[in-house]
């Protein structure tokens, strides 16, 4: 972290008195603090206290008690990290909306280096639908969340919503700067999202899945250099991606197929995170199934297994990973299918596992090798669960 420019943006919740532990650890690992506040976050914790710990000015308006302009832009603009500690429920909901009416919004708006989050709020608070689509929007921009931690909260409740501690903040920082571009000059071949399957121009058969996994995966080896070719189907949220990842967008399997099939010799290492149908009607209607009779029978034929494709096409410097979803006997059926399938490793995810599968931030996963070796994640975020899959990957 030595010489790092990190800006720590604070706002206005009672975990913002934890930041001076968090700006001790910083500054102790040889970074250069600049905290900037919104002029609530003053009422829990001092400006001065934190001045003096970063050995920097505290910046909370726009112009400071001399009359001189904070340039927000200059302040963004100069600095290698962003976080947001405390994130409070108002200042994510207006990281969500473009509301920019304090002087820490201004630079997280202009920020052009990573931003992370991390939320701090009651249980209820967290747990809101609302709250919870401001956060997916917020990661879907590409932010790094660092979770929320369960616990005893202010009011007296206990759940989920205590900010993260300041060490573990810190873990996520170093963390973020430990990267050393160990992938650069390997290309990557990651499928992200459902496919659909068209039965006539309006209706098609699909599934929840979001490509939240595969978006994290293509983040997780970029940020390791490596050259990405994200393949992803329909409804995965356009984000802003790094240079080094090509987006494609497909549609049904079939195109998925055709799109695998021409990067894959190139790729050194393909992680297939896409939900991808293992049907497709028989035939798709030329115009709009009219409603006519009681029932409707669909006629539907097998997709092609792209992985089980790819597994017979590898060569022998080629890595394969596939997912399995289960829902029952998880184990078992993930290690036939790493088997069958003929990959080195396979990411089991457990429908019964409360925080994994479909649509959510976090993942819960079991690392299934070649090797027999098996690896157990707890519950954590789907970026960081993608970090330890690269892990794996940069040790094989
Ligand atoms: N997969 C694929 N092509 C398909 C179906 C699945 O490439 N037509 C890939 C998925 O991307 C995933 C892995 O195969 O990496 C396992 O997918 P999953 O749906 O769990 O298993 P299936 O092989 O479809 O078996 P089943 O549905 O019977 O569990």
């Not at 931003?115 to 701090?120: E, L, S």
């Not at 990267?179 to 006539?200: C, F, H, M, R, S």
Request: hydrophobic residues 40%.
């Amino acid at each position: 972290m030595k010489g790092k420019r990190i800006l720590l943006g604070i706002s206005g919740g009672i975990a913002a008195y934890k930041c001076c532990t968090l700006v001790r650890l910083l500054v102790k690992q040889g970074a250069s603090v600049q905290v900037l506040m919104t002029p609530d976050a003053a009422d829990f914790v001092s400006p001065l206290t934190l001045s003096v710990l970063s050995k920097n000015p505290v910046h909370a308006n726009f112009k400071n008690n001399n009359h001189e302009w904070n340039n927000h832009v200059e302040l963004a603009l100069n600095a290698d990290l962003m976080i947001i500690a405390p994130a409070t429920a108002n200042t994510i909901g207006k990281m969500a909306h473009g509301i920019c009416d304090n002087l820490l919004l201004a630079t997280y708006f202009s920020a052009k280096c990573t931003v992370m989050f991390a939320p701090a709020m009651d249980l209820d608070m967290h747990a809101h639908k609302a709250i919870q689509n401001n956060i997916n929007t917020l990661t879907g921009y590409g932010n790094y969340i660092i979770p929320a931690e369960s616990g005893e909260l202010a009011s007296g409740l206990s759940g989920t919503g205590r900010m993260a501690e300041p060490e573990t903040i810190a873990a996520h920082i170093e963390s973020y700067f430990k990267k050393k571009n160990t992938l650069k000059g390997k290309q990557v071949l990651i499928t992200a999202g459902p496919t659909y399957e068209a039965i006539d121009p309006v209706r098609f058969i699909g599934n929840h899945s979001t490509g939240k996994m595969g978006l994290s995966l293509a983040t997780a080896f970029a940020e390791e250099g490596a050259n990405v070719v994200l393949i992803c189907g329909p409804g995965v949220q356009q984000i802003a991606l790094p240079k080094n990842i090509t987006r494609i967008d497909v549609v049904a399997a079939a195109q998925m197929h055709e799109a695998c099939l021409k990067h894959f010799k190139q790729s050194d290492i393909t992680v297939m995170s896409a939900a991808v149908a293992d049907y497709r009607p028989a035939e798709m209607a030329s115009s709009k199934i009219k409603k006519k009779s009681n029932g409707l029978d669909l006629t539907l034929v097998k997709n092609p297994d792209i992985l089980h494709d790819l597994g017979t096409k590898k060569s022998a410097k080629q890595l394969l990973i596939g997912f399995a979803l289960e829902t029952d006997n998880e184990r078992q059926h993930a290690a036939e299918k790493l088997k069958r399938k003929n990959l080195d490793m396979i990411v089991l995810n457990s429908l019964n596992d409360k925080g994994a599968g479909f649509g959510t931030d976090t993942n819960k996963v079991t690392l299934l090798f070649k090797s027999k070796r098996t690896k157990a994640l707890p519950l954590m975020s789907k970026l960081d669960v993608a970090t330890e899959i690269v892990k794996e990957v940069i040790s094989m």
